[in-house]
């Protein structure tokens, strides 16, 4: 194949092309690609990778990448491709642990657990996951192997196979393997 005709360099506003924006409170999916363990949004500029969501975020709302270097956005409507910088919560990560005791002493809303499930269901990262809804990663597992939130059923039924979720567990804790706080290195 000929590469004659490169395409230009991306520019930081291009990374509008690839988000579907609708109404203002309304989930603004990514349609570009995906990378990574955890299959985050990304976006590449000057030959960096850049996480889509944290790119439209520091755009729409004037704050520098740099600006955001060491703070974890995280999804007030557990949509991980969405891009609404409404639906971004900016924390610090202590903030991110206080929030994890919070959300374990009040429970998981419905829909982020089965989030999680089908997460869990794609292979992400335990610690990936946690990280993204704000609970430990003890508590993804427990949720993995039927140990918790087993009555939120998503419509996968392999989720509720108990031989299979041994079997994801298994793999889950083999790949978690110095993985934690990938994103904010
Ligand atoms: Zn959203």
């Known amino acids: ?8 360099p991306n520019v930081p506003t291009d990374v ?4 579907k924006m609708g109404e203002p409170d309304k989930c603004w999916e990514w349609t570009g690609g995906l990378s ?4 985050r949004p990304y976006f590449s500029v000057d030959g960096k990778k850049l996480i889509a969501y944290r790119l439209v ?4 709302k004037g704050v520098s990448l740099d600006a955001l270097r060491g703070v974890l956005l995280r999804h007030s409507c557990d949509n991980h491709i969405c891009c609404n910088p409404s639906h971004l919560v900016e924390g610090t990560h202590q903030q991110n642990m206080d929030d994890m005791k919070e959300r374990a002493r009040h429970g998981l ?9 089908r997460l869990i269901l794609k292979q ?46 298994e793999k889950k804790e083999n790949a978690d393997q110095g993985r934690n706080n990938q994103e904010n290195k």
């Open 1 to 8: 194949m000929s590469m004659s005709k490169r395409r230009p």
């Open 16 to 19: 509008f092309k690839y988000v």
């Open 36 to 39: 990574g363990v955890d299959s």
């Open 57 to 60: 975020y520091s755009l729409i």
């Open 109 to 117: 809303p419905t829909n982020t657990v089965k989030a999680i499930k």
């Open 124 to 169: 992400i990262p335990y610690s990936a996951i946690g990280e993204r809804f704000g609970v430990s990663k003890s508590l993804i597992s427990e949720i993995a192997n039927g140990r918790a939130y087993a009555h939120v059923s998503i419509t996968d039924g392999r989720f509720n196979d108990p031989l299979h979720s041994e079997d994801i567990l």
